[in-house]
C-alpha cells in the first residue's frame, strides 16, 4: 500500500498491461475529493492518502464532472484508467455546489453508483435532508472529518456497488 | 517527563496554547495527520492557511471601505474564513469570525467594525505564538508524530 502520496498503478499479469482487475480486493480506493478551500484539500488529501487510498482532489464541481469526463465540453469514450470509487465533497462552493454536483453524479447512468459523501460546516437539517434524498451516502459536518482515520475497510464498505 | 530541556519547553509551549484557547482539538487532530515521512505537515498546513486567508482578510478590508456595508459579501468572506480557521484548530479566531457573521446578519455595521478589529488581533497573535512554536519544533523535533498500526 502507497503512503507516498503519489499515484500508484498495479501492473497485473495480464498482456495488455496496466489494467485494475474490478474484482481485485486489494486494490486502493481511489477518492474524487472536491472543495474549494485550500487548506481543507490540503488535509483531506492527507487524511486520505494516509487511509491508504489514492487521491484526486480538485477544487470545483466543474473540475470534479471533467475529470468524471461528465462535462459538456469533452466528450471522453468512457475508459479512464483512474477509476474512481468515492466522491468526497464539500457543499457550500463557488459555481456549483456539492449538491449541485451530487445531483449531475446521481443523473449519469455511468456514474450514479459512485457514493458521494457531502461535507459542510453547516448543520442544517434541511440541507441534510435534501442531500440525503438526492442519494447521497453520507453527511459529515466539518471539520469532524479530518479527526477520521478512514481506514481501507471503512472506506471500502462505503464503496458497496463499485467493487460489483 | 522530558529529561531535554527543549523538548519540555515545547511541550510547555503547545499546552498553553490549548490551556488559553489559541487552539482546540482540530489541531490535534492535524497532529495526527503527521508522521515520520511527514514531520512538518501541521506546520505546512498553518503556514498555507496564513497565506491563503489573508487574500480574505483583505478583500473583507476593502469591502469594509465600501459604505454601505454589503452584508451578504461579507458573510460570504467570513464564512470561509471561518472554515479554514476552524480546520486549523485556530479557536479565537473562529470565535471572532462567528461573532463577526451574526454582526452581519444583523446589519450591524458597528459591530462588523468591531468584531473585524479583535479578528486581526487574535489572528495576528497565533501566527506569532504558532511561529514560535514550530521554530522551536523545528529544532526539537515534533512532539506529536502520530503512530499508526501498520
Known amino acids: ?164 | 517527563m522530558d529529561r531535554n530541556p527543549m523538548r519540555r519547553q515545547l511541550a510547555i509551549m503547545r499546552q498553553s496554547l490549548f490551556d488559553q484557547g489559541y487552539l482546540d482539538e482540530q489541531f490535534i487532530e492535524l497532529e495526527q495527520l503527521q508522521d515520520d515521512a511527514n514531520p512538518n505537515f501541521v506546520e505546512e498546513v498553518v503556514t498555507l492557511y496564513y497565506r491563503d486567508s489573508a487574500r480574505l482578510i483583505l478583500n473583507i478590508q476593502h469591502a469594509l471601505e465600501r459604505k454601505p456595508f454589503d452584508f451578504n459579501k461579507l458573510d460570504g468572506y467570513m464564512h470561509q474564513f471561518k472554515g479554514s480557521s476552524s480546520s486549523i484548530g485556530a479557536n479565537k479566531v473562529k470565535a471572532e469570525s462567528t461573532l463577526f457573521r451574526e454582526y452581519c446578519r444583523s446589519a450591524n455595521a458597528e459591530g462588523c467594525m468591531r468584531a473585524f478589529q479583535q479578528l486581526k488581533k487574535e489572528y495576528a497573535t497565533l501566527r506569532k505564538k504558532l511561529e514560535a512554536y514550530f521554530q522551536l519544533a523545528r529544532q526539537t523535533g515534533p512532539l506529536e508524530t502520530a503512530t499508526r498500526p501498520k
Open chain 1, 1 to 164: 500500500m502507497a503512503r507516498n502520496g503519489g499515484v500508484t498503478w498495479r501492473r497485473t499479469e495480464k498482456i495488455d498491461g496496466f489494467n485494475f482487475s474490478p474484482t481485485d480486493s486489494t486494490e486502493e480506493v481511489h477518492v474524487l475529493a472536491v472543495d474549494d478551500s485550500l487548506v481543507d484539500r490540503k488535509v483531506i488529501e492527507r487524511l486520505l492518502r494516509i487511509s491508504s487510498c489514492k487521491v484526486t482532489a480538485v477544487d470545483s464541481g466543474i473540475r470534479a464532472l471533467q475529470f468524471l469526463g461528465l462535462d459538456e465540453e469533452k466528450n471522453s469514450d468512457g475508459f479512464n484508467d483512474l477509476k474512481v470509487d468515492l466522491i468526497i465533497t464539500d457543499y457550500c462552493m463557488p459555481g456549483m455546489t456539492g449538491y449541485e454536483l451530487l445531483k449531475k453524479v446521481k443523473e449519469s447512468s455511468v456514474f450514479r453508483e459512485i457514493p458521494v459523501v457531502i461535507m459542510s460546516s453547516e448543520n442544517v437539517l434541511a440541507r441534510i435532508d435534501r442531500c440525503l434524498e438526492e442519494g447521497a451516502e453520507d453527511f459529515i459536518v466539518k471539520p469532524g472529518i479530518f479527526g477520521r482515520r478512514l481506514d481501507s475497510g471503512a472506506v471500502a464498505m462505503s464503496v458497496p456497488c463499485a467493487r460489483g
